[in-house]
C-alpha cells in the first residue's frame, strides 16, 4: 500500500469528522438547566467533599459527574447571588455589599442595577423557560408594598416561589412570595404540608415547577434556579432529622476536624503536603458542651434535609425522562458562617404562649420574628436548645472553622475558607468525566458563560435602551470535556477584604488597613506561608493588577474607613451602623 498517496486524504477525513462530529451537536437538544446554591456552608461539609454529614443525593451526582476543587463565591450572601445571577463581579451588578446599606458609590447601590442582566433573562431569548425557588436577597426593595421591579419575575424568570429578603424563620419565612404576590405559609390554598418546614418547601416547589413545565411544554428546555437558605442561621430543623446526629459531635471540634482533613486528602480533594490550618477554641473550655454540640447536630440535620429534597428534584427528573440532557450544578454562597447571632440569652421556653396569636393570613416581613404564630417568643441562648421554631441561635466560630476545613477564615472574608465552595456538575448526556475531579479555577461569575453558551443565547450588548455590562466569566463547557479553561484572573473584594488569584499565585488581606499577603496555592492553598517578603516584585505587580481591576469595576473607591491605601491602628473596618435588621 502506498501510504503517501493515503496521507493526502487525511487532511479531508478529519474534516468530515470534524464535520459530522460538529453537526451532531449542532443537532442535539440543548440541555435543560439546574443551579442549586446552598447557603452559609463550608468547603468540607458534604460527604463528598469529606464531611461526615449524611448527602448521598449530592454524593451520588458527584459520583457520575465532576467536582471542582478549586472553584469559588464572594464570601458573601448578597455579592454571591449577583455575581451567579449577571455574570459579573458584583460590584458591576451595584451589589458589592448587602441589601441594605446604603453606602455611596456606584458598586454598592444594593440593588442590581439596569446595566446587568440575570442568567433568566439571557436564555429566556433562546427559548427556554426560566423558574426560581427559593431567597432572592438582590434588592433593596423588600417590603410587600415596594417597588417590584428587582424582584424575579421582573427579572426574566416565569414562575417564583421563594423569599425575596435573606432569610428566617424555616417554619414561618418573611416576604414569602408566590411569583410577586406575598403570602403567608399559612395561608397558601396549593400547598399544605402536615409541617411547613421552608427547605423542603422549596424541594417540593422545584419538583412541582418541573413536572408542570414537562407536562405543558416537553419540548421546550428550561432553566432552574434553586436558591436554599439551609444552612444559615437560625439553627432549626425537624426533630427527626436532628435525632440522626444525636451524639455525633461530642467530642468537640477536633475530631471532626481532623477526619474531615484525612478524607480530603484521600479523596484527592486537597493536596496532602498542605498544612492544617489553625482550630479556632478549645472544647475543654466550652462551658455548655451539650448545647454548643447541639448547634452542630441541627446544622447537620439541615444539611441532610436539603440533600433529602435535591433527591426529590432528581426523581423529579427522572420520572419526567430528563434527568440525561439536564445540567445539574450545585456550590453555596460562602464559607461557614462564624457570626455569633443569637448565642447570647438567659431566658427557658415556658410550656405554654405567652403572647397573642397570630392569624393564618399574617403576612411575616421580618428576617428575625419575635414570635410564633402560636403566641410563643423567639428565644436564644444556652437556656434553650437549638432547632425547634421558638428559637433563633447560630452554630458558632468553632463549628465554622469545621466546616471550612482545611481552610482560613468565614464568611465574610477573602481568605480560601471564606470563599471556596464545592462545585457538582452532573450532566450524563453532556459530561463523560463520572467520579472525575476538576482542578481548574472557577468562580461564580463563570454560570451565566456557560448559561449562554449551552443554551445558545447571545449576550445582548444593550437591553431595553440600556447598555449592558459584558460578561466577566468564561464558559465552564470545556472543562466538562477535559479540557483547558482560558488562563484570567480572578478578584474579590468585601468590606475591604481584598484578594486576586493569578495562576496559582494569591493576593490576599483583611479588613481595609489589613497588609497584603501571597501565597503559592499549589505549594500552600490553606495560606500558612506567607511569601510577600520573599517576593515583592510579585506582590508589587498584583496589587497593581488588583487596584485596576477594583477601579475598573467600582469596587473602588470604596465605602469603608480607613478608606485604601491609608494606614490603621486598627485594621477592622468601619461598618454600616446596625440597622436591627440581620444582615
Known sequence: MDYRCLARFIPAIVALFSWISASSLSAAPRPNIIVIMSDDMGFSDLGCYGGEIHTPNLDQLAASGLRFTHFYNTSRCCPSRAALLTGLYSHQAGMGHMTDSNLSGDGYVGN????????????????????????????KFETPDSPKDNWPIQRGF??????????????????????????????????????????????????????????AHPEQPFFLYVAYTAAHWPM????????????????GYEPIRTARFERLKQMGLIDPKWDLSPQW???????????????????????????????????????????????????????????????????????????????????????????TRDGFPVLSGPAVM??????????????????NTPFREYKHFVHEGGISTPLIAHWPAGITRAGELEHQPGHLIDLMATCADLSGAQYPKDFNG????????????????GNALP??????????????????????????????ELYDTEADRTEMHDLARAEPTRLADMVEKWEGWAKRTNALPWPWKPKYGTVSDDPKPALPEWTGKPK
Open 112 to 139: 442590581l442595577n439596569d446595566h446587568c442582566l440575570t442568567i433568566a433573562q439571557v436564555v429566556k431569548t433562546a427559548g427556554y423557560a426560566p423558574y426560581m425557588c427559593g431567597k432572592w436577597h438582590v434588592t
Open 158 to 215: 416565569d414562575r417564583f416561589y421563594g423569599t425575596i429578603i435573606g432569610g428566617g424563620n424555616f417554619y414561618d419565612p418573611g416576604m414569602l412570595c408566590k411569583d410577586n404576590t406575598p403570602i403567608s405559609a399559612f395561608d397558601d390554598p396549593d400547598y399544605k404540608p402536615q409541617t411547613y418546614y421552608y427547605t423542603d418547601a422549596l424541594s417540593d416547589h422545584a419538583c412541582r415547577f418541573i413536572g408542570d413545565h414537562c407536562k
Open 236 to 251: 432549626q430543623a425537624p426533630e427527626a432529622e436532628i435525632a440522626k446526629y444525636h451524639g455525633k459531635y461530642d467530642g
Open 281 to 371: 477554641g478549645e472544647w475543654e473550655k466550652v462551658a455548655d458542651k451539650k448545647w454548643e454540640a447541639r448547634c452542630m447536630e441541627v446544622y447537620a440535620a439541615m444539611v441532610d434535609d436539603m440533600d433529602q429534597g435535591i433527591g426529590r428534584i432528581v426523581q423529579a427528573l427522572k420520572e419526567n425522562g430528563k434527568l440525561d440532557n439536564t445540567l445539574v450544578l450545585f456550590l453555596q454562597d460562602n464559607g461557614g458562617n462564624y457570626e455569633p447571632i443569637g448565642r447570647k440569652g438567659k431566658v427557658a421556653r415556658q410550656d405554654h404562649p405567652t403572647l397573642a396569636p397570630r392569624p393564618a393570613d399574617y403576612i411575616e416581613t421580618n428576617f428575625w420574628p419575635k414570635q
Open 386 to 403: 437549638p432547632g425547634p421554631r421558638d428559637t433563633y441561635i447560630a452554630y458558632g466560630q468553632g463549628w465554622a472553622n469545621v466546616s
Open 466 to 481: 440600556h447598555q449592558i455590562t459584558p460578561m466577566e466569566g468564561t464558559s465552564l463547557v470545556p472543562a466538562f470535556a
Open 487 to 516: 488562563t484570567r484572573d480572578l478578584f474579590w473584594e468585601h468590606e475591604g477584604n481584598r484578594a486576586m488569584r493569578e495562576g496559582k499565585w494569591k493576593l490576599v488581606a483583611k479588613y481595609p488597613a489589613g497588609r497584603w
